[in-house]
C-alpha cells in the first residue's frame, strides 16, 4: 500500500502554460504539505494544511495556488509555469504539525 | 529564522566502516529532528525522529544523537554496506508554524 502519492511522476510543460500536481495520503494524516527541492538539491517548505486550512505559505508566487479537497488530498496548482519552476515538487503528510513526516515518490517538473 | 548545515557534503567509505554525518541548526528552540534518506529519483525515506527531549535514538544499525543546546546532531551508521549508498538528510521542526527546515544533504556512497 502507497501511504503518500503523487501523480504524475514526471511533467513536461511549456512556459505559460498551467498545471497540477495531485497528491493523497492513505495514512489518515490531518496535516499536508508541498516541498520544492531545486537543482542543488535543497528542500524547502512552500505550503503546509491542517484538517483543510492552510498553516503556511512560505513566500511563494501566488501564481502557485494549494487546494485541499479533503483530508486526505492536497493538489498544487501552477499558473504561468516560468522557467524557473523546473524542480522536484515533493508531497508530505503527518499527523500533527511537529511529528514524523512522510513522503511522496515526488514529481519532477520540466518547463521548456 | 532557522539554518541547517550538514558536513561534510559528500562522504565515500569502504564497505564495513563505521561512519558519523554531521548536522548542526542555528535555533535550539526546536521540537524534534529527524533524518531521512533519498535515494537518486526517489522520494524521502523517514529514518529516525528524535524528540527535543531525547539524547538518541537508534534504529537497526542507525543511532542518531542530539544535543539541542549545542545546535547539533549526529547519525552513526555501523558496518555500513553498499545499499546505504544515498544522501542523508536532516531537518528540525522549530518556529512558530513548527515547519520543517531542511539541511543541504551528506551524499553517501559506499565501496564494496
Known amino acids: 500500500d502507497t501511504a503518500v502519492s503523487q501523480t504524475p511522476k514526471y511533467l513536461v510543460t511549456q512556459m505559460g502554460n498551467d498545471k497540477s500536481i495531485k497528491c493523497e495520503q492513505n495514512l489518515g494524516h490531518d496535516t499536508m504539505y508541498w516541498y520544492k527541492q531545486d537543482s542543488k538539491k535543497f528542500l524547502k517548505i512552500m505550503f503546509s494544511?491542517?484538517?483543510?486550512?492552510?498553516?503556511i505559505n512560505e513566500t511563494v508566487p501566488n501564481r502557485f495556488s494549494p487546494k485541499s479537497p479533503d483530508k486526505a488530498h492536497l493538489n498544487l496548482h501552477i499558473n504561468s509555469l516560468e522557467l524557473g519552476d523546473s524542480a522536484v515538487y515533493f508531497c508530505a503528510s503527518s499527523q500533527g504539525a511537529s511529528t514524523e513526516q512522510f513522503f511522496g515518490p515526488g514529481t519532477r517538473l520540466t518547463v521548456l | 529564522k532557522q539554518e541547517v548545515t550538514q558536513i561534510p557534503a559528500a562522504l565515500s567509505v569502504p564497505e564495513g566502516e563505521n561512519l558519523v554525518l554531521n548536522c548542526s541548526f542555528t535555533?535550539?528552540?526546536?521540537?524534534?529532528l529527524q533524518w531521512f534518506r533519498q535515494d537518486p529519483g526517489k522520494g524521502l525515506t523517514s529514518l529516525l525522529l528524535?524528540?527535543?527531549?531525547?539524547r538518541e535514538q537508534t534504529s537497526g544499525r542507525l543511532n542518531a544523537s542530539l544535543d539541542k543546546s549545542s545546535g547539533r546532531s549526529t547519525l552513526y551508521i555501523a558496518a555500513s554496506q553498499p545499499g546505504d549508498s544515498a544522501t542523508y538528510l536532516c531537518?528540525?521542526?522549530?518556529?512558530?508554524?513548527?515547519?520543517?527546515?531542511f539541511g543541504s544533504g551528506t551524499q553517501l556512497t559506499v565501496l564494496p
Open positions: 494544511y491542517n484538517n483543510k486550512e492552510l498553516i
Open positions: 535555533d535550539s528552540a526546536i521540537y524534534n
Open positions: 531537518a528540525v521542526h522549530s518556529g512558530s508554524a513548527r515547519q520543517l527546515t
Open positions: 528524535i524528540q527535543s527531549s531525547q
